[in-house]
């Protein structure tokens, strides 16, 4: 079945310390994104990419970095100058290039924790 | 900046009746799409209906329908027949055509049906 994974799905980390939250897709998408989303709000754009090998910020991309090596992956480092680091993280991807129904497909999502 | 507004942070509807919930957003755009996720408690997003801005048809799917206006720039939804499987937090999402397809969303109603 085509589809976003992420992994893993509960996440604890110690003040300090950097975390790599995992994204794979088999949908043969283009772009990809990462958001993030706090108790009772919406999402907020981290980084994207529509590229292999490109990826822009977002609108809160402080603390983070990325990578786009292979078009099905695009993992997530929450680095430890993020100050407040605990949240739902939200992986998706949508074709790209104006192709498809230009919806973007999610996956199920990883919960950070701060210790 | 696009924005995305949702001025209802919770509603409740008894099951079998009709539920409609609000969203206005802010564009500068003449062409865009908008959108209607669903969160349940399993936090995947699931998306509901899609509204191509071009179009004058509102856009159904099955027991939910949206009412577009786009000189009031505003996309609620309705939900017709609620059931107790529609109870979620619900967002609504922009998206323009131009650049990377970000989505802009707003904060999210969250919705019960009272059995």
């Known amino acids: 079945d085509g589809g976003i994974t992420q992994s893993p799905k509960y996440l604890f980390r110690k003040e300090g310390q950097n975390v790599t939250l995992s994204c794979e897709q088999n949908l043969n998408h283009d772009a990809m994104y990462w958001y993030r989303q706090d108790p009772g709000q919406g999402l907020r754009l981290i980084y994207y990419s529509q590229i292999v090998n490109d990826f822009q910020k977002g609108d809160i991309a402080e603390g983070y970095s990325v990578s786009r090596e292979k078009k099905e992956s695009f993992p997530l480092t929450v680095t430890s100058a993020q100050k407040n680091p605990t949240a739902f993280y939200l992986c998706?991807?949508?074709?790209?290039?104006?192709?498809?129904?230009?919806?973007?497909?999610f996956g199920p999502g990883t919960r950070l924790t701060v210790l | 900046a696009q924005t995305v507004t949702q001025s209802q942070p919770e509603m409740s509807v008894q099951e079998a009746e009709t539920v409609t919930l609000s969203c206005t957003y802010d564009?500068?755009?003449?062409?865009?799409?908008l959108f209607w996720y669903k969160q349940p408690p399993s936090r995947q997003m699931i998306l509901v209906i899609r509204q191509e801005a071009y179009k004058q048809q509102n856009a159904t799917e099955n027991r939910f329908s949206v009412n577009f206006q786009k000189a009031a720039k505003s996309f609620s939804l309705k939900i017709s027949d609620s059931q107790l499987g529609d109870a979620a937090m619900y967002f609504c999402?922009?998206?323009?055509?131009?650049?990377?397809?970000?989505?802009?969303f707003g904060q999210g109603t969250r919705l019960t049906i009272n059995p």
């Open positions: 564009t500068s755009e003449s062409d865009y799409y």
């Open positions: 999402a922009y998206r323009g055509l131009q650049g990377a397809q970000k989505l802009v």
């Open positions: 998706a991807s949508t074709p790209g290039g104006g192709q498809g129904t230009n919806e973007q497909f």
